[in-house]
């Protein structure tokens, strides 16, 4: 499609779709673990957006690029990427610039920097309030109040260690959960973990152990490296606490959860 004869009125927004398609395919890869199929799929996604002039889709795949480098445990990395792509912020939707914010938040706390890493939750905060959906990119329509409370809450519960205080995460997280709608599956059971993690590390590991089993429940039929991922943290983490039944329970079930999700 893209050699072939395409109308200058058409050139941008065919730019876009396929590079929106070939970054669609790109996280894809990246959420089930095939890591070199994502980088070539992210790589001609952006190829499409710097072809068609198209920044919005040009930080969205930046974005994407980063959350890849983060997984592999390269923060740094991360977070040189979305600098990246907040370079000509001007020319960004409000609601590229919250999430790409929210992401700086997050790669900040990682980097232990948790003041500046709340500061950028604020800014991302303003931004998100300031947005006008209806002028969004089409590829932003994930990104609503549930999603950017999910994102934020995980920068949040980074920081939350630095300080020793669950309370300024929980509440972005409980209120992500409850208001993913059923079409996101995947950023519920994130923000799920995260959240018994938080509690398993800073408050009552019963409880958290109670969270941990709706993770396990909610990750059955998932196929994500990721999740699996963050359900190993998770169990990893409860093993201090693993002489009280409730969590050596969890850890057992993510034990037998994550052997079953790793060989699908």
Not at 54 to 79: K, Y
Request: net charge positive; proline share 3%; with cysteine.
């Amino acid at each position: 499609m893209l050699n072939g004869t395409i109308r200058a009125n058409l050139r941008r927004s065919l730019f876009e779709a396929v590079g929106n398609l070939s970054s669609v395919l790109g996280y894809t890869a990246f959420d089930t673990g095939n890591l070199a199929e994502a980088d070539q799929r992210f790589r001609f996604a952006l190829w499409c957006a710097d072809t068609a002039g198209s920044w919005d889709l040009r930080a969205s795949t930046l974005a994407d690029m980063a959350r890849r480098s983060a997984f592999v445990g390269d923060p740094d990395g991360a977070l040189s990427l979305i600098e990246l792509a907040q370079v000509r912020s001007d020319r960004l939707s409000m609601t590229v610039q919250a999430m790409l914010s929210a992401m700086r938040a997050q790669y900040l706390a990682a980097l232990a920097r948790p003041q500046e890493a709340v500061i950028q939750v604020a800014r991302a905060d303003d931004l998100f309030e300031t947005r006008t959906p209806e002028t969004d990119p089409p590829w932003m329509c994930y990104y609503d109040r549930a999603e950017h409370l999910g994102s934020t809450g995980k920068a949040l519960a980074i920081a939350a260690e630095a300080s020793d205080s669950i309370g300024i995460a929980t509440p972005r997280l409980i209120d992500a959960i409850d208001l993913h709608s059923p079409e996101y599956p995947r950023s519920r059971t994130f923000s799920q973990i995260r959240l018994a993690t938080l509690t398993m590390k800073l408050g009552d590991p019963r409880h958290a152990a109670a969270l941990g089993m709706t993770s396990v429940d909610r990750s059955r039929g998932l196929k994500s490296a990721r999740i699996t991922t963050e359900l190993r943290t998770l169990a990893m983490v409860a093993a201090r606490h693993r002489r009280i039944t409730e969590v050596r329970e969890l850890r057992e079930a993510i034990s037998t959860t994550t052997a079953t999700q790793s060989r699908s």
